[in-house]
């Protein structure tokens, strides 16, 4: 019987052994653009699959604990290679607090191709059954931390419902990591990522992925990737698992930090509002403490209405102002007019989302100098 393993080892550890021959200890870039017909692991053409990319669809798929990983060239294009899987008239159903990007591809692109969608709140279990057992769904594309409030959903309860009505559950773990959540255990189908968050954590690598243990979604998956050809490049795929080979550290001093910072905030007079999922009560909280190993590295925060959040942002040192996140230096956003500003105000409105909130990604550095830098910016507004 396989002994249980660590993140950490088997970050390290996972499908790649030092060559006999040179004995390097770092799996080596394979910059090769094509293979000689017939060698023996049947590589071809490099988009069609390649040794560097194949250790981190391993690696990644091991921390999930799924047996099957995908690597793309971004987040955007995991979600594009998933909805592929839909035929025209076919549904997909999606959260009211997504990432921007998630709304712009399902309603301005793949909409126009036929493909059909529901948006609705998560959290309303109701609801929710109501959407599925009414309309023809076949994917169920669920954030957890949602971007950028921070609602949780509950994994399990949603598999349970996306089984019941003959759906796949697809859910974006960008924001936990497989460190602090595990959707494959609680029932999803497949665990989709932003490996230029978290994953990669250093701000250097745009790229996304994807895990299953279901072969037959896993081998549709695959050919689309290579028919579609939104593959991870072989020096990405490098950085990435030099990155990945940390996250177990980084993510501890990311939630370290991000706990300091959301509960400074909380006490000041200055915000009326901080979502953060180590904040949350009531149900909201239980979830958390049912599938959440620690509650991340991320806080949205709304001023109080006579505060100028634009003159808020321009006084800080430490957190430049700049999309993107879960890299080790410290990142905040405008969602309103940065990330989230492809979805229309009104919509914006109706989940909650003000313009005067912003969205901080907490990095890895000194946590005194990070809390002195936001407690300045408000006392000087």
Do not use: C
Request: hydrophobic letters at 40%; a neutral charge.
């Amino acid at each position: 019987m396989k002994k249980t393993r660590g993140f950490s080892t088997r970050a390290n550890h996972t499908f790649y052994n030092p060559n006999k021959d040179d004995g390097a200890i770092i799996p080596p870039i394979h910059l090769s653009t094509t293979f000689t017909f017939g060698n023996k692991k049947g590589y071809d053409y490099s988009r069609s699959g390649n040794q560097t990319r194949h250790i981190l669809e391993h690696t990644i798929a091991e921390l999930d604990n799924n047996a099957y990983g995908l690597a793309y060239s971004s987040g955007s294009a995991v979600l594009a290679n998933v909805v592929a899987l839909l035929k025209p008239q076919e549904m997909i159903l999606f959260s009211s607090d997504a990432y921007g990007g998630t709304y712009r591809y399902i309603t301005q692109v793949s909409h126009n191709q036929g493909i059909q969608y529901k948006i609705i709140d998560f959290t309303d279990k109701a609801q929710t059954e109501e959407a599925l057992k009414n309309n023809p769904i076949k994917l169920i594309w669920v954030e957890t931390p949602t971007n950028p409030l921070l609602k949780v959903v509950d994994i399990a309860q949603m598999a349970q419902l996306a089984h019941k009505y003959h759906a796949f559950l697809i859910v974006d773990n960008t924001f936990a990591s497989p460190i602090l959540q595990q959707p494959a255990l609680l029932g999803a189908d497949v665990v989709a990522y932003s490996t230029t968050k978290y994953i990669n954590g250093h701000s250097d690598v745009v790229g996304g992925a994807l895990t299953t243990s279901n072969e037959d979604l896993y081998q549709k998956l695959k050919f689309l990737q290579n028919a579609i050809g939104a593959m991870l490049s072989p020096f990405d795929s490098w950085l990435t698992l030099r990155g990945l080979k940390t996250l177990e550290l980084r993510m501890k001093r990311h939630v370290d930090n991000a706990e300091e910072i959301a509960s400074f905030l909380e006490k000041h007079r200055k915000i009326k509002k901080v979502y953060y999922p180590g904040l949350f009560t009531g149900e909201q909280g239980r979830i958390v403490a049912r599938q959440m190993a620690r509650p991340g590295g991320m806080i949205s925060v709304e001023l109080k209405e006579k505060y100028d959040v634009k003159k808020f942002l321009a006084k800080l040192e430490y957190f430049p102002l700049a999309e993107s996140l879960g890299g080790v230096e410290s990142l905040i956003d405008h969602p309103a007019s940065m990330t989230h500003a492809s979805i229309p105000k009104s919509e914006r409105e109706k989940i909650g989302l003000s313009d005067g909130l912003f969205r901080i990604s907490v990095g890895i550095e000194n946590r005194e100098d990070l809390l002195e830098d936001l407690s300045q910016a408000l006392e000087n507004l």
